[in-house]
């Protein structure tokens, strides 16, 4: 009888199945906060240290957030708790990670504009953090002119819509899928009619390139509550079946809304494309079958 043959795992999968939030959370801290990330004159800089001693006042988000240095906006945010949790929560790590993403972009943003001498350890940082952000299917997004960096869900589409509309429109796409959005419907429905009247300009371009997709958009920003109110039964577009609708179904029709919009972004996109490709295709023959 022949012995039943086990698979050794290697190193790597051990390490790879080794996986705890808060270790890795803790790992990504200690790098901002203890080991050194850049030298300048010989001298040590943690993350932490660099920005405050040389970019944190001048920072665009600063006034908004009203915090003085690096210490204040750990501590108004609890970062410190996140780090010693147990068990943090999902909303809790993407605090902590956007805390992380916007001191790294303020930081290279810096960086860039001098010769500073980074150290290995700065590699080791931005890779954990990617690393982390990809196990939870996240990623960043970074408002470069307003210099603020969100973490959002990956999605293909959200990322390819975003390249194909104006920057303030891309902001409104990305925004929506932030998860502080989750649960807020009201702010959804925003987003969704700021989307929706960009859109409806160009819906007789949307009409040759999809004409089903385009009048289902059509009925559905006037009668779920986007355009006009139809949760009032005195308002002259009150609409009974919307208004039945409780807060967490209206959500989850608003995300499919959501898909629906990003997808003819695409497609008017497309359909620009579709005319060059058009010109180049008239100038070679057809195969014979």
Known sequence: MMRKRTTRKTIFDILSEDFELKKEIGVIFNFLVVEPIVTIEDEPFTVIQFIDA????????RKYTRCINCADMIERLNIRAIVENPEPAIPEFIIFMEFVQNMLSLFIRHIKKHNHQLLNSFKLLDENSETLLDHFNLTTYDIWEDEKVIII???RAVSAASEVVDNDLAKDI?????????GEVEAKRDIINRLANELELKMKQLEKADEKLADSLSILFDNMNIKYNNTDPNDRNFIKHTARMGALELEEWYDEIYQMILLA?????????????????SHFKKKKK
């Not at 990305?174 to 959005?181: D, E, M, R, T």
């Not at 008017?268 to 010109?279: A, G, M, Q, S, V």
């Open 265 to 281: 972004f695409l497609m008017l996109e497309h359909t620009e494309r579709e005319k060059d490709i058009k010109e180049l295709l």
């Open 174 to 182: 990305v925004q929506y899928n932030h998860y502080l959005l989750k």
């Open 153 to 155: 869900e990956k999605n």
């Open 54 to 61: 040389h970019c944190f006042h001048w920072w665009m988000q």
